[in-house]
């Protein structure tokens, strides 16, 4: 039973660019969730993901971030127009379905965004 | 707010040796807590849960953590350390009321076992 995926696994963008972080939840998972982890800090909540919905956002910056999970598919985290501050690395975590969240969550092994 | 505080930013200890990391949230209602492992390399994993029940639970590889309740605390304990330990270990807490899953970490213990 294969794991979280995701990719890719270091990302380097040119301020200005765009990034796009993708994230394959565990077989049979329908809650998705967003960490980013800046250097010499712990995790930080981004987003909360079911099919076709965004529960809690709270952890999203107002700006140039968005997420997305399709019926069919990976989940999306999109950041436009990139700053150096955005460096760091982005982790993915599953659940399994009628949990609400209250669940352990599976963790991916993240993607290293540098802004160069 | 939730938070989570872990107060040890950086161990250092020998083989054999035995472990306590400080793990302390602020949140008054009922809560889920969890203690994740992130060895070099490679990604998060859980050691061990507390939904509810008996307050001393025991993980993977000989971890153990005990929730106190009254002090807030939630504290990861091994008896002996292997150098296979060397790590960062992160304490996690989550409201499971609120319907979002969410957890909130502490800023994460490195740990440093020296053979």
């Known amino acids: 039973n294969a794991g979280v995926m995701q990719n890719p696994r270091h990302l380097v963008r040119r301020r200005g660019q765009e990034a796009r972080l993708r994230c394959s939840p565990m077989?049979?998972?329908?809650?998705v969730y967003w960490y980013r982890q800046l250097p010499e800090e712990g995790l930080k909540f981004m987003v909360y993901?079911?099919?076709?919905?965004?529960?809690?956002e709270s952890g999203m910056p107002k700006e140039r971030f968005s997420a997305e999970f399709p019926k069919e598919g990976p989940s999306i985290l999109r950041i436009q127009q990139v700053v150096r501050g955005d460096s760091a690395a982005y982790f993915c975590a599953s659940s399994p379905p009628g949990t609400s969240g209250s669940y352990e969550q599976y963790f991916g092994p993240g993607t290293r965004l540098t802004v160069t | 707010a939730q938070s989570v505080s872990q107060h040890n930013h950086h161990v250092i200890l020998s083989e054999a040796a035995s472990l306590e990391l400080g793990c302390n949230y602020s949140y008054g209602g009922t809560v889920n807590l969890f203690w994740y492992v992130q060895y070099p390399g490679q990604h998060l994993q859980l050691l061990l849960k507390y939904f509810s029940g008996d307050p001393l639970v025991k993980g993977i590889k000989g971890f153990e953590a005990e929730f106190i309740k009254s002090k807030f605390s939630f504290n990861l304990r091994k008896p002996s350390v292997q150098w296979s330990d060397t790590a960062e270990y992160f304490c996690a807490v989550n409201a499971p009321h609120l319907n979002t899953g969410k957890l909130i970490f502490g800023q994460g213990t490195t740990l440093q076992v020296k053979p």
């Open positions: 077989k049979g998972h329908s809650h």
């Open positions: 993901l079911q099919k076709e919905n965004i529960i809690d």
